[in-house]
């Protein structure tokens, strides 16, 4: 172990997870595109990059585990590009909740890749391009230490999901993804205005300064901080999908195609991420007069949006459709931990983001397996041919319906546990329990009605529409990636002791916020940030003199 963290890459651990899928996806680039042709040297370049791809996301899981083992002995692992100090440089910091979602979304990347590379990625172009670039804006918001950059890898992942939202063309896509991409644009300046006033009343966009800086705004000033506070909230609700700003989320995911839909089950976790490291640390308690600036709105919208969530899912009428609500009602579950604003709410939101974010990714690639054996019918939830696989496919329906809903012995059941006993003596006790426990039985109830229309109501003489299903099954490529994202929620349920132990560990560290000030700006520039000013001080006019000088110089 020593020899290991002594070696030289080991120091640039912290980094790599964005480097890597950014050069892999300049040399997909580099190597071409097929270009939509079936032409030998056209294929040959497809196959290479899938090879490519396949090989650094492979690469990338490796290193998020690393990482998950340092930060599991509580190492904070500062990275200072180009050597300059915090606050003034630009600084990547993994923590035991960064690392937890470096992780997390490679364990979704790997086997989402796998299942594209079964012959969807040659549907449109530079899909395997626009994935890395995808990778690096996702693993850059989970190790940026500041804001701003925060803002900068939110624009990369966006703009690299713009391109992943339309590939394989259609109408409905084009259509679905330009109020996509022009909701994602206002928020983003939104995202600006936030960051702007921020900085106008600390002089500070690093994570750690601003959790120093916060605390000592007061007076207009601290009112113009918690004003930003809100409109980043605006910003992170609408990338989280909180209600009411989660209506875009169902049609988008529905458009989308399968895997490009369970990559972006890890891209609301961003949203979800962002507001607990700012408005969990940044305006957490020790925040002053801009203390829980969020916490009177917070926890009643994702109630809301948990409830908005089962509705839809409820109401929907394809499979997609229905998985896509479930990610909102996901959502907020997950945000309803965060609103408790304490280690214990926290550490269970973690440990439930984790499963819930893996169950619908698998569900999405599920949903595409079993529309693609039921003919013209596809995913609607109508009566239709009887699929070609229907104990396989009617398996894993059970065992995400089961860990969705929160069913024991799997973890949706031990997270929602959690969260319950974390919310015993809140105000909102008893809202929280009952959407909990409303909302997984809703869920049950909507996932059940739709396995029975999907694999009992079946048609055995002929297609709804007169198509004709498919005969063969769906191949082991895909079915390995859709069972490896599902088979991960048993293997939750399996480490669920040592999984609940790091994601309790990962809140109470969140807490600690000397801890992280400390690592990130050392002692001294501890010291020095404490005793400057709270903002920028203005140079004050020069004084009158007092009398009049009536000497020259003289040559």
Do not use: C
Not at 152 to 175: C, N, T
Not at 483 to 503: C, D, E, F, H, K
């Amino acid at each position: 172990m020593t020899a290991l963290t002594s070696a030289w890459w080991w120091q640039h651990l912290p980094v790599l997870p964005v480097l890597l899928p950014a050069f892999t996806a300049m040399a997909l680039l580099i190597l071409g595109d097929h270009g939509g042709t079936s032409s030998s040297h056209a294929d040959a370049r497809l196959r290479w990059a899938r090879r490519i791809g396949l090989v650094s996301v492979a690469l990338g899981l490796g290193l998020a585990a690393l990482l998950v083992w340092q930060a599991a002995g509580g190492v904070l692992a500062v990275y200072r590009v180009g050597d300059w100090p915090a606050p003034y440089g630009i600084v990547l910091m993994v923590d035991r909740l960064g690392a937890m979602m470096l992780l997390l979304t490679s364990l979704i990347a790997l086997p989402v890749l796998v299942y594209a590379s079964g012959g969807w990625d040659a549907h449109g172009r530079y899909f395997h391009a626009m994935f890395q670039f995808q990778l690096m804006g996702l693993n850059g918001a989970f190790v940026t230490g500041d804001l701003f950059n925060l803002f900068v890898f939110f624009e990369v992942l966006l703009i690299a999901s713009y391109v992943l939202m339309v590939h394989g063309h259609g109408g409905q896509r084009f259509k679905v993804g330009l109020h996509y991409v022009v909701l994602n644009l206002l928020a983003s300046a939104l995202f600006l205005i936030g960051v702007s006033l921020l900085y106008a009343r600390t002089g500070t966009l690093n994570f750690a300064d601003l959790a120093l800086r916060v605390p000592m705004v007061q007076g207009p000033d601290a009112m113009v901080v918690q004003a930003a506070g809100l409109v980043l909230l605006v910003v992170f609700g609408f990338k989280a999908a909180l209600a009411p700003l989660s209506m875009w989320l169902p049609a988008t995911y529905a458009a989308a195609a399968a895997p490009v839909a369970a990559l972006f089950a890890i891209m609301t976790k961003v949203g979800v991420y962002a507001i607990l490291r700012v408005h969990g640390v940044v305006f957490g308690p020790e925040a002053g007069h801009s203390a829980l600036a969020a916490e009177p709105l917070l926890l009643p919208l994702a109630l809301a949006t948990s409830v908005l969530g089962v509705l839809g899912a409820l109401a929907a009428h394809t499979l997609e459709r229905l998985v896509a609500w479930l990610t909102v009602a996901s959502v907020g579950t997950i945000l309803v931990g965060i609103g408790l604003f304490g280690s214990a709410g926290w550490g269970a939101s973690l440990y439930y983001l984790a499963n819930s974010t893996l169950v619908v990714a698998g569900l999405f690639l599920l949903s595409e397996l079993v529309a693609s054996q039921r003919g013209d019918a596809a995913d609607r939830l109508v009566p239709a041919a009887p699929v070609a696989q229907p104990a396989l496919l009617g398996t894993l329906m059970l065992l995400a319906a089961a860990s969705a809903a929160g069913l024991p012995p799997l973890p949706g059941f031990i997270g929602k546990l959690l969260m319950l006993e974390a919310s015993s003596g809140h105000g909102w006790q008893g809202a929280i329990w009952a959407v909990i426990l409303g909302a997984g039985f809703l869920t049950l109830l909507g996932l059940a009605r739709a396995g029975s229309v999907l694999f009992w109501h079946v048609q055995s003489d002929r297609v709804q529409g007169g198509g004709s299903a498919a005969g063969a099954g769906a191949s082991p490529r895909l079915i390995s990636a859709t069972l490896a994202l599902l088979g991960a929620t048993v293997a939750m349920s399996v480490w669920a002791a040592p999984i609940q132990r790091y994601t309790a560990q990962a809140a109470e560290q969140l807490l600690d916020r000397a801890a992280y000030a400390r690592a990130v700006l050392g002692e001294a520039g501890l010291a020095a940030q404490t005793a400057r000013p709270y903002r920028f001080p203005i140079p004050a006019a020069a004084p009158a003199p007092t009398q009049p000088n009536t000497q020259e110089a003289k040559p």
